[in-house]
T-cell receptor, first 114, second 115 residues
Framework: GQQLNQSPQSMFIQEGEDVSMNCTSS?????WLWYKQDPGEGPVLLIA?????ELTSNGRLTAQFGITRKDSFLNISASIPSDVGIYFC??????????????FGKGMKLTVNP | GAVVSQHPSRVICKSGTSVKIECRSL??????MFWYRQFPKKSLMLMAT?????????EQGVEKDKFLINHASLTLSTLTVTSAHPEDSSFYIC???????????FGAGTRLSVL
């Protein structure tokens, strides 16, 4: 199925460092969502973006909806060990055939060394 | 707290048996719920879209007779894996769409192991 291009695929950082990840697509999306998934759990919503150019923060997390509506980035500042996990971007838009579905990136695995 | 409840979290069953997984939206009504399957170290793969009061819409390659979906109320959707086989072993995750905010919330997932 259709997927977003999410990068990087993995990152190893030291506690306290900032980290950035982004997603791009050839398609326009109406909503961008960022999720975090811990092992053996379902994805948990971090940030939702609704408007092109929108910049939204949630604690140490900041995300932006690209002006072209084809990309988004997520920044985590001052990382802590519990930030470890897999981060997924997801775009919600009208796909071919008229259905509106959530399209996921492949995920970015974050490792934080204490 | 969780807004979508998924149960059970883990199932171990014998080959040939059927397994039912429940997905409930806790504080909102969801006309649309989704069922995903996730393989190790992979992203979520949409299996089907569950519509309250109507038939589910299955993605290409997903057997509707194998994965029965029922969305009988605005807060509950069930996925039944019929005549499960070892290749059906996987992590199944449901989600519910909160229409007012155009957001999908996910359940905690069900780990199915078929022996």
């Amino acid at each position: 199925g259709q997927q977003l291009n999410q990068s990087p695929q993995s990152m190893f950082i030291q506690e306290g460092e900032d980290v950035s990840m982004n997603c791009t697509s050839s398609s326009i999306f109406n909503t961008w969502l960022w999720y975090k998934q811990d092992p053996g759990e379902g994805p948990v919503l971090l940030i939702a973006l609704y408007k092109a150019g929108e910049l939204t923060s949630n604690g140490r997390l900041t995300a932006q909806f690209g002006i072209t509506r084809k990309d988004s980035f997520l920044n985590i500042s001052a990382s802590i060990p519990s930030d470890v996990g897999i981060y997924f971007c997801a775009g919600l838009g009208m796909l071919q055939g008229g259905s509106e579905k959530l399209v996921f990136g492949k995920g970015m695995k974050l490792t934080v060394n204490p | 707290g969780a807004v979508v409840s998924q149960h059970p979290s883990r199932v171990i069953c014998k080959s040939g048996t059927s397994v039912k997984i429940e997905c409930r939206s806790l504080d909102f009504q969801a006309t649309t719920m989704f069922w995903y399957r996730q393989f190790p170290k992979k992203s979520l793969m949409l299996m089907a879209t569950s519509n309250e009061g109507s038939k589910a819409t299955y993605e290409q390659g997903v057997e509707k007779d194998k994965f029965l979906i029922n969305h009988a109320s605005l807060t509950l959707s069930t996925l039944t894996v019929t005549s499960a086989h070892p290749e059906d072993s996987s992590f199944y995750i449901c989600s519910a769409r909160r229409s007012s905010r155009n957001i999908q919330y996910f359940g905690a997932g069900t780990r199915l192991s078929v022996l």
